[in-house]
């Protein structure tokens, strides 16, 4: 698609930057303040969560990923290359989010025996790169989680082998963190839960209590690794039950003084998870975001600029707390490109928190405190027509990173040479 030439770019970030500077912003200001913000880009969309153990798709947990578009990810090689090619398509800058099924190793390695040198090539990769990893244990996709329980399970043994799996990540965590010398977030999500109703809650959050207090007992410095836990309230097969529900992570969170994840799928329908934060903020230092976009039963749908994703942006930026909120992406779609899902999902996030920080906020602040709240919803108003596009596209300009349609065209020849040869 012909796009813009970079004088029409620059013509247009001219005209923008003082319509802004009326509204007392400094675009220049913006677009150097989002440059340093990171977002982690999930690995799972490459490959739709299969892994590296030899899986070709999920297997249970509650998460499906649907679809058949041709060109997945088989190995690490092709995901790596894959990835590369999405992150030279979005502006500004990313980490990559794995899990501990992608591990690079030459023979099978169980979940409860994983540790740093199976993630090496990874460490090695992300070097060379320049970016920060990110990680997550993987409590899916195994004998051991087949009955719908890991941490919860009443099995010792099992719960044994899940705790075991736990720590072990922990130690690669620290270990990513320590090598690219940035701080790896370790995600801890569990599928615990059951299909219909069960009559034994309280048992199975004690035990889960238990359970995760001794994959915490370790302790690792804050600047080689986060420890974070993510709730949800329902998945495929766990509809009516799940252990690890908010409140039980919320309190659990509070009181071991860990990161707090808070997936935007994995609410009620009409619950968004922007004014939480500022409902968490007062009382934890950090808390992690699975940006994701919620539709009907699935909460892994590509993240969209959309009214959901504009708010988190609005929530983080007015409460001034980019340093505070950690921000990943969430979503795996098997019915398109996924290189396409990658970069839409990371553009519309970035551009989300672009939009929050070209609101005029201080003149909305002064309107609110001075009790002009008419002017506060003029400016509000205003604020949706403003020429947030001219200053996107300089943003991407700055980044060398394409514009609009040309980026479309990179992943179409990209597919024609490199995913529609995979078979
Ligand atoms: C599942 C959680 C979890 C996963 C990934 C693959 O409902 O959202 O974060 O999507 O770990
Ligand atoms: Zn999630």
Redo the contacts with the bound molecule.
């Keep these: 698609m012909k796009d813009r030439t970079e004088a029409q770019v620059e013509r247009a970030y001219q005209d923008a930057k003082e319509r802004y500077n009326a509204y007392g912003i400094d675009t220049d200001e913006v677009l150097a303040r989002l440059s340093g913000v990171e977002v982690s880009m999930n690995c ?1 969309q490459g490959d739709d ?1 299969a892994g590296f153990e030899g899986a070709d798709s999920i297997t249970g947990g ?2 499906l990923a649907t679809g058949n578009y041709p060109g997945r990810a088989r190995n690490v090689t092709e995901l790596r290359q894959d990835a590369e090619l999405a992150f030279s398509l979005i502006p500004g800058k990313q980490r990559f989010n794995l ?1 501990a099924i992608y591990l690079d190793s030459q023979n099978a390695v169980d979940r409860d025996e994983i540790g740093p040198e199976h993630f090496a090539s990874w460490i090695d990769w992300a070097k060379k790169l320049g970016i920060g990893l990110d990680f ?1 244990p993987t409590f899916f996709s195994h004998e051991k989680a087949a009955e719908g329980y890991t941490l919860a399970s009443y099995d010792s043994d099992i719960r044994r082998f899940w705790i075991e799996h736990g720590k072990r990540c922990r130690e690669i965590a620290a270990d990513m963190g320590r090598q690219l010398g940035s701080a790896c977030v370790n995600n801890l ?1 569990i599928p615990d839960g059951s299909k219909d109703d069960t009559t034994d809650r309280l048992r199975r959050r004690e035990l889960l209590v238990e359970s995760l207090d001794d994959v915490f007992s370790a302790k690792y410095p804050a600047e080689e690794t986060l420890d974070a836990v ?1 709730s ?1 309230l329902f ?1 495929i097969g766990s509809e009516s039950f799940v252990a690890g529900s908010h409140e039980f992570y919320l309190a659990y969170a509070l009181t071991r003084k860990l990161v707090l994840t808070m ?1 935007a799928g ?1 609410y009620h329908p009409t619950e968004g998870i922007a004014e939480k934060l500022s409902a968490l903020l007062p009382f934890m230092d950090k808390v992690l975001l ?1 940006v994701s976009r919620p539709v009907r039963w699935d ?2 749908h590509v993240v969209l600029f959309d009214d959901a994703t504009r708010a988190v942006g609005r929530e983080i930026i007015r409460a001034d707390a980019l340093d505070r909120v950690v921000l990943a992406v ?1 979503f795996f779609d098997a019915s398109i490109n996924r290189i396409i899902a990658w970069v839409v999902g990371l553009r519309s996030t970035t551009k989300s928190l672009l939009a929050a920080m070209l609101e005029p906020n201080a003149m909305i602040r002064e309107a609110e405190d001075a009790g002009r709240l008419g002017e506060r919803l003029a400016l509000l108003e205003d604020a949706r027509t403003m020429p947030i596009s001219a200053v996107w596209d300089k943003f991407c300009l700055e980044q060398g990173t394409p514009l609009g349609g040309e980026w479309i065209d990179a992943v179409r020849r990209y597919e024609s040479e490199v995913l529609l040869k995979r078979d």
């Design positions: 799972w969560v509650g998460i899990h997550n999500w993510e949800k998945g997936d994995h699975h909460s892994d969430d």
